[in-house]
């Protein structure tokens, strides 16, 4: 029997996506320049040509010879996750037009090393959410949430869930993806994105947000109590080689 074409389409939204964050740390402007050519060039069209996208590529908001490059892959399955490699090696396209940038010798490296974390998006927003181009936003802040266990991480997932999401929405926070780390440092963790026109903008975002009724009263409810010990804030923007 064949299977129904619409209904597996139907039945993958209901699935949450993973997301493979990679943050490559560097030493020059012409590591960075070159991780964003690899990307533009060879790495995101061969992404694309395997049906994933968009994919974002970021770095730190503040230029300097050390900014560290971050780029968002989705996933719509653990499967699709775990066949990038094999695919990228068959990929003759791929192989010519990133030749250069994976066969960089020890005296002269693309970059000096990249870590990457799988992550599992929210139930409570299973996919990664792209700007609208009339609000294309010029400023994205990444933000990981550490807690002190993981019952106490998904405890805040649900308060994220509970409430938290709507409210950063209707404050214009314009969330892109939220997710729990499966593998990665600083376990356990929650990652997630937000996104704004300009950093006045952005801030005036989160103090609607921080004022608003509904945020107060999660705040204060007992069932969430101290279920963070930590938190990173990175403010990024886009490199040419982005797609959000």
């Known amino acids: 029997m064949i299977g129904n074409p619409s209904r597996t389409a139907a039945a993958d939204l209901e699935k949450p996506q993973y997301y493979e964050l990679r943050v ?3 030493k020059s402007e ?9 990307w533009q060039n060879a790495a995101v069209p061969a992404y694309n040509r395997m049906g994933i996208q ?7 908001l503040s230029d300097s010879a ?3 490059i971050y780029v968002l892959i989705p996933c719509d399955s653990l499967e699709i996750f775990a066949n990038i490699s094999s695919k990228l090696g068959a990929d003759e396209a791929y192989q010519q037009s990133a030749a250069e940038f ?5 005296s002269n490296p693309a970059y000096e090393r990249f870590e990457s974390s799988l992550l599992l998006a929210f139930n409570g927003m299973k996919h990664l959410v792209v700007p609208p181009p009339d609000k294309r936003p010029n400023v994205f802040e990444l933000r990981t949430y550490l807690s002190p266990s993981e019952n106490k991480s998904l405890n805040k997932m649900q308060m994220f869930e509970g409430g938290e999401i709507p409210v950063m929405k209707d404050v214009g ?27 006045d903008a952005h801030k005036k975002h989160w103090q609607g947000f921080n004022n608003a009724p509904a945020w107060k009263q999660l705040t204060s409810d007992p069932q969430y ?20």
């Open 24 to 26: 490559y740390t560097t």
């Open 30 to 38: 012409a590591q960075q320049k070159r991780i964003n050519d690899y």
């Open 54 to 60: 968009p994919v974002g590529v970021f770095t730190e």
């Open 66 to 68: 050390t900014n560290k």
């Open 102 to 106: 994976l066969s960089a010798p020890k």
């Open 173 to 199: 926070l314009a969330p892109i993806f939220y997710s729990r780390t499966l593998i990665g440092p600083r376990l356990p963790s929650l990652v997630y994105m937000t996104c704004g026109e300009n950093l």
């Open 225 to 244: 109590k101290d279920n963070m010990n930590g938190s990173i804030s990175i403010l990024l923007k886009r490199t040419p080689a982005s797609q959000l």
